[in-house]
């Protein structure tokens, strides 16, 4: 078990508006944001290899998808630094073939597993789904995936699996941001069985319709919409059946501001900042705020999972 007592540094690495997207706005005033010498280099049109996924109607939004190139440069991912162009500029270093996941815990089936043993018997669709980070900013990512719950039964969970927790992989020599110790590695996130089976809980392994860049979670990522982004987990290699509640990486860090639920929800304010509103990334300097639904738009889908639960404490 891993506490992580020692991390009141954390809670100032995040910022609830993206300095990143101020000042490329204000780079894009003074007619500078084109210039290679101020911001890196973007490719504007999707690229990657190209993925057989059928569009599944019943998962998608009204708004428009965020473009490709703010999805691809303007991420979390720790394990590749604190800066939201850290990931696209240090994660080539990540190698996603060969992978594999093993599996462990409260189920009949175990072992490890091939991406590809993963991958054989689903077949791939494309969502679209809003993504809403604990930071107040926001995306709409078309995703390919398979739902998480036909993976998860693939594996005969006994009845005495009440939680499933994910790991990312820890290797330092691939992924840079782990030789600094601001998150206790590896990263692990977790859901209750019924979060994991439910339709809407996604396992991705793409977007606009190619891999994952490294950057969003290559080669597999978990995809929970109504939850702060921090639930989806990248880059898995670990799957563990629990009775008990696991540990998690933000809530070990940080347990008043990340709960363990993490249901985007307006009227719990974070400690240091509202959560009543988001930026949409990508909207421009002018773009109002938006403001922030109960479980991220998704609560007639997944309301009912809480029912009888008090939000305001099981943040
Ligand atoms: N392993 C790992 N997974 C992670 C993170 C991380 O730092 N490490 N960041 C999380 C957070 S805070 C968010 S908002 C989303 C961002 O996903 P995106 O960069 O694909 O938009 O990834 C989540 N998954
Ligand atoms: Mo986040």
């Known amino acids: 078990m891993k506490v992580n007592l020692s991390t009141p540094i954390l809670a100032s690495d995040i910022t609830p508006e993206s300095v990143f997207q101020e000042r490329r706005a204000v780079l894009a005033a003074l007619g500078l944001a ?3 010498a101020v911001m890196p280099a973007q490719a504007s049109t999707p ?11 019943t998962y998608t939004v009204p708004e428009a998808v965020t473009r490709w190139e703010d999805v691809t440069s ?29 599996v462990t815990g409260e189920a009949e089936r175990l072992g490890t597993l091939t991406l590809e043993d993963i991958l054989k018997p689903h077949a791939l669709e494309e969502r679209t789904y809003r993504l809403r980070c604990v930071e107040a900013w926001s995306m709409v990512i078309p995703w390919v995936g398979f739902p998480l719950k036909d993976l998860v039964a693939r594996f005969k969970p006994t009845s005495k699996a009440k939680y499933v927790s994910f790991t990312t992989l820890n290797d330092p020599k691939q992924m840079p941001g ?11 996130e977790a859901l209750t069985m019924a979060e994991a089976m439910h339709p809407l809980t996604l396992m991705a392994v793409g977007l ?9 979670g290559a080669p597999l990522r978990l995809v929970v919409p109504w939850k702060y982004g921090f639930k989806s987990i990248k880059s898995i290699v670990g799957i563990h059946f629990t009775e008990r509640m696991p540990h998690t990486t933000w ?9 363990f639920y993490a249901n985007v929800n307006p009227s719990v304010d974070h400690p240091r900042w509202s959560q009543k509103t988001e930026r949409r990334i990508g ?11 109960p479980f991220n738009g998704y609560a007639a889908e997944v309301a009912s999972l809480y029912a009888g639960l008090d939000l305001r404490r099981y943040y």
Request: glycine share 10%; hydrophobic share 30%.
């Open 47 to 57: 690229s990657g290899a190209e993925l057989k996924a059928a569009r599944n109607a």
């Open 251 to 259: 809530n070990d860090a940080n347990p008043g501001e990340y709960g």
């Open 283 to 293: 909207g421009g300097l002018f773009a109002p705020r938006v403001p922030t639904l």
């Open 34 to 36: 084109g210039s290679a």
């Open 178 to 188: 782990q030789r600094d110790r601001v998150l206790s590695w590896p990263y692990s």
């Open 208 to 216: 606009y319709g190619r891999v994952l860049p490294n950057q969003n």
């Open 74 to 102: 303007y991420n979390n991912f720790y394990e590749f630094g604190t800066d939201k162009s850290d990931p696209a500029a240090h994660s080539a270093s990540l190698h996603t073939t060969p992978w594999s996941v093993s």
